[in-house]
């Protein structure tokens, strides 16, 4: 199994930052990539984006595209989530998602282990 915490979300202004964060515990050895989702009000939890285990490659949901970056520290098998220029929209649940079968991959059945979600709220 895998155990993964978030932290790091918050009320913010439109235009100000946060980062999320994410750490993995248990059998990480299995995990090959790591992501993040979100879930608005009334909406379906929808993909985010997500870092290969190397940190070598990445991918981004299309809204996000310049504005969010993902890392990771592996000394720590911590994920990151920076998000900057924040706007009212990305006011969501943040879910961080660990795969151990598919990097790159968008649709949330591929993940198989979750973290418990940390609220984000951008007020304008």
């Known amino acids: 199994q895998v155990q993964l915490v978030e932290s790091g979300g918050g009320l913010v202004q439109a235009g100000d930052s946060l980062r999320l964060s994410c750490t993995a515990s248990?059998?990480?050895?299995?995990?090959?990539?790591m992501g993040w989702f979100r879930q608005a009000p009334g909406k379906e939890r929808e993909f985010v984006a997500v870092?290969?285990?190397?940190?070598?490659?990445?991918v981004y949901a299309d809204f996000v595209k310049g504005r969010f970056t993902i890392s990771r520290d592996n000394a720590k098998y911590t994920r990151y989530l920076q998000m900057d220029s924040l706007k009212p929209e990305d006011t969501a649940v943040y879910y961080c998602?660990?795969?151990?079968?598919?990097?790159?991959?968008?649709?949330?059945?591929?993940?198989?282990?979750w973290g418990q979600g940390t609220q984000v709220t951008v007020s304008s």
């Open positions: 998602a660990a795969s151990s079968t598919c990097f790159g991959c968008r649709g949330e059945n591929e993940y198989g282990y």
């Open positions: 870092i290969s285990r190397s940190g070598g490659s990445a």
């Open positions: 248990g059998r990480t050895f299995s995990i090959v990539a």
